[in-house]
Antibody
Framework: EIQVLESGGGLEQPGGSLRLSCAAS????????MRWVRQAPGQGLEWLSG????????YYADSVKGRFTISRDNSKNTVHLQMNSLRAEDTAVYYC??????????WGQGIVVTVSS | QSILTQPPSVSAAPGQRVTISCSGS????????VSWYQQQLPGTAPKLLI????KRSSGIPDRFSGSKSGTSATLGITGLQTGDEADYYC???????????FGGGTKLTVL
């Protein structure tokens, strides 16, 4: 069974940090590209970050570049999103997606991050 | 404000056909593949409908189709059903930004 499960969300103060994790199973994780996407309340989808499966190259949206860091641990089939210098506008539902290739995509159910004092 | 432009809303009657456009530039749609997603409810995971411009994802009925021409892409849905009411998003890569970008989304209403 294919599973993608996000964890680590919650309430954080502005300027604080959170680390989201995404645990995957049921497919070949090590060669899969991984992606983080978010959706702020009442807004559309926003692509945030990706990490390739072949060479661990990382990519970021301008809105999070320099504040967020994506990484992966193939030994644990997990990808992380380290979020620093959080702002109120980072409040959103965060989704992790796995892209094994050939049109296959597996998304998590999303996790809520709230940045507020 | 996304750099990919989608109409905010479209509507059509059950059984009819609707198209949703996604307009970009040579740095994104013009030179990269486009995917289309359906999100039934905000806050729920999107579902991949179309990838590589025109390929249907596994399990997606052939009522859904995708095409691309130049710097624009189009999602077509025929035989509309009430269950197709959702938000639809295009996604592509932007080579200048080295990042993915979603369109602003289109709300489909089946009247």
């Amino acid at each position: 069974e294919i599973q993608v499960l996000e964890s680590g969300g919650g309430l954080e103060q502005p300027g604080g940090s959170l680390r989201l994790s995404c645990a995957a199973s049921g497919f070949t994780f090590s060669t899969s590209s991984m992606r983080w996407v978010r959706q702020a309340p009442g807004q559309g989808l926003e692509w945030l970050s990706g990490i390739s499966g072949s060479d661990d190259r990382t990519y970021y949206a301008d809105s999070v570049k320099g504040r967020f860091t994506i990484s992966r641990d193939n030994s644990k089939n997990t990808v992380h999103l380290q979020m620093n210098s959080l702002r109120a506008e980072d409040t959103a539902v965060y989704y992790c997606a796995a892209l094994p290739g050939s049109g296959s995509e597996y998304w998590g159910q999303g996790i809520v991050v709230t940045v507020s004092s | 404000q996304s750099i990919l432009t989608q109409p905010p809303s479209v509507s059509a009657a059950p059984g009819q056909r609707v198209t949703i456009s996604c307009s970009g530039s040579s740095s994104n749609i013009g030179n990269n593949y486009v995917s289309w997603y359906q999100q039934q409810l905000p806050g729920t995971a999107p579902k991949l409908l179309i990838y590589d411009n025109d390929k249907r994802s596994s399990g997606i009925p052939d009522r859904f189709s995708g095409s691309k021409s130049g710097t624009s892409a189009t999602l077509g849905i025929t035989g509309l059903q009430t269950g197709d009411e959702a938000d639809y998003y295009c996604l592509t890569w932007d080579s200048s930004l080295s990042a993915g970008i979603f369109g602003g989304g289109t709300k489909l209403t089946v009247l």
